[in-house]
């Protein structure tokens, strides 16, 4: 029984790939729902890289300290960083989980925090 539910949808015509959560992530739930995730972005084939990725969050309160640095590590991993979005945004609402996702910002500095996923796409999809 998992403590979190997730979604994962790929816009192709937009090049988004959107990621929900909610629940509790654990680090065994962050990382198999990872694999999910990169398998769904290797479907945009030639538009891997061209593509942008939505973390929408908001139904996330916080995450366990472990999980934080397992994602950390993932996306500094080089292996990972090949299915690298072109930009990334995340969805939160508590103030934790935004100085959480700023801990990401240390691997790579240009991720977006939101508060909304209208906000979010809008500046996903700006040129």
């Given at each position: 029984m998992h403590a979190v539910s997730h979604w994962i949808t790929?816009?192709?015509a937009r090049k988004l790939v959107d990621l929900r959560l909610e629940g509790l992530l654990s680090p065994e739930d962050a990382a198999w729902i990872g694999e999910e995730l990169r398998?769904?972005?290797r479907t945009l084939g030639d538009d891997v890289g061209k593509h942008v990725t939505l973390y929408d969050a908001s139904g996330v309160q916080v995450v366990?300290?472990?999980t934080v640095n397992l994602l950390k590590s993932t996306f500094d991993n080089p292996a990972?960083?090949?299915l690298w979005a072109r930009k990334v945004a995340f969805v939160v609402t508590t103030a934790l989980a935004r100085?959480?996702?700023q801990r990401l910002k240390e691997v790579?500095?240009?991720v977006g925090i939101f508060d909304d996923r209208e906000?979010?796409?809008a500046w996903l999809l700006a040129e």
């Open positions: 790929v816009d192709r398998a769904a972005i366990p300290q472990a990972v960083r090949a100085r959480q996702v790579r500095a240009d906000t979010a796409i």
